[in-house]
């Protein structure tokens, strides 16, 4: 369900790394996700390493596709424009994706 009543929505998201030389191996980091987060709502993503948190929030910032399902911010398709002007995001170490290139929003 994807209402703007949600600060993030994501259904059946699924992340499949794979080894960019041979193709034979792969790593499933995220598989089938479903979370509805309300505006209002404090929220914690916990886990162990390798557990797809970081994964998560490259996709909704549009800093990586997922494989398959689908995110909204606030009502918009994770990594577009409008999602884009909506959300911050500080990550502990920046690393930043070759195809991202700074744009004014």
């Known amino acids: 369900m994807n209402s703007t009543a949600?600060?993030?929505c994501v259904n059946g998201l699924t992340?499949?790394?794979r080894h960019s030389y041979w193709r034979k191996s792969e790593v499933r980091a995220l598989n089938g996700i479903d979370l509805c987060v309300?505006?209002?709502d404090m929220f914690g993503l916990?886990?162990?390493n390798g557990a797809g948190k970081t994964t998560l929030l490259k996709?909704?910032?549009g800093a990586v596709r997922?494989?398959?399902g689908e995110a909204f911010v606030f009502g918009h398709p994770a990594g577009s424009r409008p999602a884009a002007r909506l959300l911050g995001y500080?990550?502990?170490s920046c690393a930043f994706p070759?195809?991202?290139t700074p744009v004014h929003f």
């Open 59 to 61: 996709i909704l910032t």
């Open 15 to 17: 992340q499949i790394y």
């Open 46 to 48: 916990v886990g162990p």
């Open 90 to 92: 500080l990550p502990e």
């Open 6 to 8: 949600d600060a993030v």
């Open 98 to 100: 070759g195809h991202l």
């Open 38 to 40: 309300r505006q209002g």
């Open 66 to 68: 997922a494989t398959s």
